[in-house]
């Protein structure tokens, strides 16, 4: 890590840093337990557009993902939703994911997720423009009748690159918090952590695309999971 500091941007190191140092001292007595660690892929595909009505948009994601260094599909997510704008800066959305789980050694299985979540884009400090998601879920999964009640924060930076105009640093932390026990295998507390750090590359004012590294920790009940995601992102405006 401090090789791949020592090559970045003189100014892009101190927020960077930041960034790494909060989600690892967090999570730093977690990490001391056993954990099972996996190489993994997962294409991230997001598309936007303007509804009718004054303020209003559509949204609809769709997120495959492998396990196993790449080599079995272990997730499909199809995320549609709808948000309004209060602001230029802030948003108020509405969404429902399908999620389709292929576990290895078991059975596929689905999860449905109603959420809502507030997103706001910070003014820029010192070029680097700052975001917030805070979003809550209620999840469902199937044969079972307790619900769960998850929330995520995530904050995101990112920073215009010296070496091309269409190139920008990237960074963003997500917490996963669960608020209750369920029985089919939700705990209340901490529930994961996501770390990405790579670049966005804008193609147009209607697509850009992020890629990258993303480090996800997974607490379970027994075996704490660690998994080294190369993650890209490919996102269309309407």
């Not at 001292?25 to 009718?52: F, S, T």
């Not at 705990?187 to 890629?211: E, H």
Request: aromatic letters at 16%.
């Amino acid at each position: 890590m401090k090789s791949l500091l020592n090559r970045l941007p003189f100014n892009f190191k101190p927020w960077l840093q930041t960034a790494v140092a909060l989600p690892l001292c967090m999570l730093g007595n977690l990490a001391m337990a056993d954990v099972e660690e996996d190489g993994r892929y997962w294409l991230n595909i997001y598309a936007q557009g303007k509804l009718p009505l004054e303020n209003l948009y559509w949204s609809m994601d769709t997120h495959p993902r492998w396990r196993d260094e790449g080599k079995h599909f272990d997730t499909l997510i199809l995320r549609p939703a709808i948000f309004y704008k209060v602001t230029p800066k802030a948003s108020l959305w509405l969404g429902y994911d399908t999620v389709i789980n292929h576990p290895a050694g078991a059975s596929s299985y689905k999860e449905n997720r109603l959420w809502q979540q507030f997103l706001y884009q910070f003014d820029p400090v010192a070029s680097v423009s700052w975001s917030s998601r805070s979003r809550l879920e209620n999840r469902d999964r199937e044969d079972f009748s307790e619900h769960a009640y998850r929330w995520r924060q995530m904050v995101r930076a990112s920073m215009p690159s010296t070496l091309n105009p269409h190139l920008s640093w990237v960074v963003y932390d997500e917490l996963f918090i669960n608020f209750n026990d369920t029985n089919w295998g939700v705990r209340k507390g901490f529930d994961q952590n996501r770390l990405f750090l790579g670049v966005n590359w804008k193609f147009s004012d209607f697509s850009n695309a992020d890629i990258g590294y993303l480090n996800q920790y997974i607490n379970t009940k027994t075996v704490d999971r660690e998994n080294h995601v190369l993650m890209t992102a490919i996102r269309f405006n309407f």
